[in-house]
Antibody, heavy 124, light 107 residues
Framework: QVQLQQSGPGLVKPSQTLSLTCAIS??????????WNWIRQSPSRGLEWLGR?????????DYAVSVKSRITINPDTSKNQFSLQLNSVTPEDTAVYYC??????????????WGQGTLVTVSS | SSELTQDPAVSVALGQTVRITCQGD??????ASWYQQKPGQAPVLVIY???NRPSGIPDRFSGSSSGNTASLTITGAQAEDEADYYC??????????FGTGTKVTVL
């Protein structure tokens, strides 16, 4: 059974960097069939996909246009985890952040499982 | 458009059937997946692909698709099905999209 365990601070100051980690058990961050995603949820923006990292003979990243200039998602094969860094945060980045595994197929994808979620508040 | 639209709320009598819809251009090319979210919890996958249920999801949940509309049907709704439901798909650029969410109330 695959499980994702998130960690990271719940409070970040404006203009600083939001950093979260997602530890994987029961699968590998280097899997050739999975992708590892960050998703956030807020009352104003709903569920919003932020980006993903995945390995297909080499590492790839895809990022949402809305955050592309500020986001980095990195795998850590030594710890079997992946991380999110979001730079220059503002109060609009306040949200519950989730990590999730994606199993992409030609005409479908699905997120399963999800991490437990981390409420990150951007405030001074 | 690169959006997925859902009705904000629906209600269903206990034991009856409810259909939740999701509309968007991307659904003409990609299957939707569906997620159930209860207050304070992470979303849980209930339907993926053409009409597949993960292990542990009751068979009263089913999915279908036609044109630009995907549907999630709960046949014989139970009290524990009261939750928010979200659809998800991809657009032509490979970006993931989520629906606006539907709150299901079981009466």
């Amino acid at each position: 059974q695959v499980q994702l365990q998130q960690s990271g601070p719940g409070l970040v100051k404006p203009s600083q960097t939001l950093s979260l980690t997602c530890a994987i058990s029961g699968d590998s961050v280097s899997s050739n069939s999975a992708a590892w995603n960050w998703i956030r949820q807020s009352p104003s923006r709903g569920l919003e996909w932020l980006g993903r990292t995945y390995y297909r003979s080499k590492w790839y990243n895809d990022y949402a246009v809305s955050v592309k200039s500020r986001i980095t998602i990195n795998p850590d094969t030594s710890k079997n985890q992946f991380s999110l860094q979001l730079n220059s945060v503002t109060p609009e980045d306040t949200a519950v952040y989730y990590c999730a595994r994606d199993l992409p197929r030609e005409a479908a994808n699905w997120f399963d499982p999800w991490g437990q979620g981390t409420l990150v508040t951007v405030s001074s | 458009s690169s959006e997925l639209t859902q009705d904000p709320a629906v209600s269903v009598a206990l034991g009856q059937t409810v259909r939740i819809t999701c509309q968007g251009d991307s659904l003409r090319s990609y299957y939707a997946s569906w997620y159930q979210q209860k207050p304070g919890q992470a979303p849980v996958l209930v339907i993926y692909g053409k009409n597949n249920r993960p292990s542990g999801i009751p068979d009263r949940f089913s999915g279908s698709s036609s044109g630009n509309t995907a549907s999630l049907t709960i046949t014989g709704a139970q009290a524990e099905d009261e939750a928010d439901y979200y659809c998800n798909s991809r657009d032509s650029s490979g970006n993931h999209l989520f629906g606006t969410g539907t709150k299901v109330t079981v009466l």
